[in-house]
């Protein structure tokens, strides 16, 4: 078991590229979380998938965004048109959760540091 | 709103006494509690967690207290060492009661273990 694991760690972009994410949650979990931190706040959720279905979007992911697990494995986070104020670090999250249980623990990967310019 | 908070960013602590890092909460629904601890450019390591039916957890020198009435957690390290310099973030969810299951995070307590 390698953990969480996102990629890119790095990247700088022009202001109106796309970019995009990947996130390899750990292998048997089946939830699949993203949140974006930035300097001096907590993680903040923006969305979360179990299996290959997005169940909730939180009001911060605007129309740029979008999250993608297609097969119940990895997931893709793109922000198109990318804007100033989406810098921040992305982070991924995975949980085993069971039914109505949902107690669980996230796990979180180490991020991706967006820096628009 | 914040719905949880963390309202000391920053602690300074001897090697060898005890950390204690708080946390409050508003939203009654909450009933799961974690406490991750985050080094720069990493993403946050779980470290423990509480569920709303006890009122402790301990893991080895962590200990997290539950106080319901209060809406208030506590996170206790004891002894501290330097490599608990970290930032630790509470966060909270409300699984069981509303089956949503996101974390809201606190904006973080900055932990500095002096030598």
């Known amino acids: 078991d390698t953990g969480v694991s996102q990629d890119p760690r790095h990247k700088i972009t022009k202001r109106g590229q796309n970019v995009t994410f990947r996130c390899d949650p750990i292998s048997e979990h089946n939830r699949l979380y993203w949140y974006r931190q930035t300097l001096g706040q907590g993680p903040e959720f923006l969305t979360y998938?179990?299996?290959?279905?997005?169940?909730?979007k939180s009001r911060l992911l605007s129309d740029r965004f979008s999250a993608e697990r297609p097969k119940g494995s990895f997931s893709t986070l793109e922000i198109q048109r990318t804007e100033q104020g989406d810098s921040a670090m992305y982070l991924c999250?995975?949980?085993?959760?069971?039914?109505?249980?949902?107690?669980?623990?996230?796990?979180f990967g180490p991020g991706t540091r967006l820096l628009v310019l | 709103d914040q719905q949880v908070k963390q309202n000391s960013p920053s602690l300074s602590v001897q090697e060898g006494r005890i950390s204690i890092l708080n946390c409050d909460y508003t939203?009654?629904?909450?009933?799961?509690f974690l406490w991750y601890k985050k080094y720069p450019a990493e993403g946050p390591t779980f470290l423990i967690s509480i569920s709303s039916i006890k009122d402790k957890n301990e893991d080895g020198r962590f200990t997290v207290f539950l106080n319901k009435s209060a809406k208030h957690l506590s996170l206790h390290i004891v002894p501290s060492q330097p490599g608990d310099s970290a930032v630790y973030f509470c966060?909270?969810?409300?699984?069981?009661?509303?089956?949503?299951?996101?974390?809201?995070f606190g904006k973080g307590t900055r932990l500095s273990v002096i030598a």
């Open positions: 966060a909270a969810s409300a699984g069981l009661n509303s089956g949503n299951t996101p974390l809201v």
């Open positions: 999250a995975s949980s085993l959760g069971f039914g109505t249980s949902v107690q669980e623990t996230q796990y």
């Open positions: 998938f179990q299996n290959e279905a997005q169940l909730e």
């Open positions: 939203n009654s629904m909450f009933d799961y």
